[in-house]
């Protein structure tokens, strides 16, 4: 987990997979990395923009379908990314709207599904910090 080069959002040690064309190998770290190590960077980056933890917290809710106390079992819990999103309740229907470049890879073109569940997130909390209005994030 680090922070890319030039750059104050967290890449999750995510940059190396720009190389891989896009996909990513089974069994990558980022899928062992805890949420919560990673939770506090998403929060951090979006409060430097004028952001809250609570927008943080709604846009994990609507990609994940976690409640807020699921959501907040999973941080205490430590849980692994792998097991964050197979725990998932659903992931929200309109996901596939979520385009873009995170570090450098299209979070559309990115094969792996827990790779771009993933991308996913980080696009979300990107376009947060970035102050675009949360009724274009959710979708």
Same mark, same amino acid.
């Given at each position: 987990?680090?922070?890319?080069?030039?750059?104050?959002?967290?890449?999750?040690?995510?940059?190396?997979?720009?190389?891989?064309?896009?996909?990513?190998?089974?069994?990558?770290?980022? *899928?062992? +990395?805890? @949420? &919560?190590?990673?939770?506090? #960077?998403?929060?951090?980056?979006?409060?430097? !923009? %004028?952001?809250?933890?609570?927008?943080?917290?709604?846009?994990?809710?609507?990609?994940?379908?976690?409640?807020?106390?699921?959501?907040?079992?999973?941080?205490?819990?430590?849980?692994? *990314?792998? +097991?964050? @999103? &197979?725990?998932?309740?659903? #992931?929200?229907?309109?996901?596939?709207?979520? !385009? %873009?470049?995170?570090?450098?890879?299209?979070?559309?073109?990115?094969?792996?599904?827990?790779?771009?569940?993933?991308?996913?997130?980080?696009?979300?909390?990107?376009?947060?910090?970035?102050?675009?209005?949360?009724?274009?994030?959710?979708?």
């Amino acid at each position: 987990m680090g922070i890319a080069s030039g750059s104050t959002y967290p890449t999750i040690a995510l940059d190396d997979i720009g190389s891989l064309g896009g996909t990513a190998m089974p069994g990558h770290r980022i *899928f062992a +990395t805890s @949420f &919560a190590s990673v939770y506090p #960077l998403y929060v951090q980056k979006a409060e430097r !923009k %004028g952001r809250t933890k609570a927008e943080v917290d709604e846009v994990i809710r609507w990609l994940t379908g976690y409640d807020q106390a699921g959501l907040e079992r999973q941080i205490v819990a430590k849980t692994d *990314f792998q +097991t964050f @999103f &197979a725990d998932a309740p659903h #992931l929200h229907p309109r996901a596939s709207l979520i !385009k %873009g470049v995170v570090c450098g890879v299209r979070v559309e073109d990115v094969d792996d599904p827990l790779m771009q569940k993933i991308r996913y997130l980080d696009k979300l909390v990107d376009e947060l910090a970035k102050g675009k209005a949360m009724d274009k994030i959710l979708r």
